[in-house]
T-cell receptor, first 115, second 110 residues
Framework: DTEVTQTPKHLVMGMTNKKSLKCEQH?????MYWYKQKAKKPPELMFV???????INESVPSRFSPECPNSSLLNLHLHALQPEDSALYLC??????????????FGPGTRLTVT | TQLLEQSPQFLSIQEGENLTVYCNSS?????LQWYRQEPGEGPVLLVT?????EVKKLKRLTFQFGDARKDSSLHITAAQPGDTGLYLC??????????FGQGTRLTINP
């Protein structure tokens, strides 16, 4: 099973709302990632969790708050977003530093629209 | 900062034709991955190349890694409409970071 699932598929939220994106994998991977992808651009890394600890934050604004409750789950909490935050948010996972860390498996993404 | 350059940016060809897309770097890759992304979906890993000169085949797709590990190519034989998508090369930076090229947007016309 090489599946990474993400919910919801689509999300529309106002600038004062609080919402969360969810990601789940059951491949036993120990590294999980959040990416942001704008239209016609490649994915851009936001956060990396390794063994359930935040290891990389690519200077992401604090209105995005990641959480890794356990090795299979990854959340992205959203608060007070701006319209320019509208994008496809992708979750990915990989084996982690002991395996082939560079092979990342992506979920289908959440299409976020901020109004 | 290492940059990944992909070419061409856009390619539109007829079904049955062959094509090659390229990924180049200003410095040596540690490893390189090719992904395909369809609209509204996440990237799907196609292949990883690690060794200079390596050639890997995936059905009608042939991936080559340059001897100096600074370039890679993806060749598609007898393209089909299902090959349509965004083709991304990506390089691992350290143990956890993946840096993507800008992609080649491929359209196969029936």
């Amino acid at each position: 099973d090489t599946e990474v699932t993400q919910t919801p598929k689509h999300l529309v939220m106002g600038m004062t709302n609080k919402k969360s994106l969810k990601c789940e994998q059951h491949m036993g991977h120990r590294a999980m990632y959040w990416y942001k992808q704008k239209a016609k651009k490649p994915p851009e890394l936001m956060f990396v969790y390794s063994y359930e600890k935040l290891s990389i934050n690519e200077s992401v604004p604090s209105r995005f708050s990641p959480e890794c409750p356990n090795s299979s789950l990854l959340n992205l909490h959203l608060h007070a977003l701006q319209p320019e935050d509208s994008a496809l948010y992708l979750c990915a996972s990989s084996q982690g530093v002991m395996g082939r860390p560079y092979e990342q498996y992506f979920g289908p993404g959440t299409r976020l629209t901020v109004t | 900062t290492q940059l990944l350059e992909q070419s061409p940016q856009f390619l539109s060809i007829q079904e049955g034709e062959n094509l090659t897309v390229y990924c180049n770097s200003s410095s040596v890759f540690s490893s390189l991955q090719w992904y395909r992304q369809e609209p509204g979906e996440g990237p799907v890993l196609l292949v990883t190349v690690v060794t200079g000169g390596e050639v890997k085949k995936l059905k009608r797709l042939t991936f080559q890694f340059g001897d100096a590990r600074k370039d890679s190519s993806l060749h598609i034989t007898a393209a089909q409409p299902g090959d349509t998508g965004l083709y991304l090369c990506a390089e691992s930076k350290g143990a956890q970071k993946l840096v993507f090229g800008q992609g080649t947007r491929l359209t196969i016309n029936p």
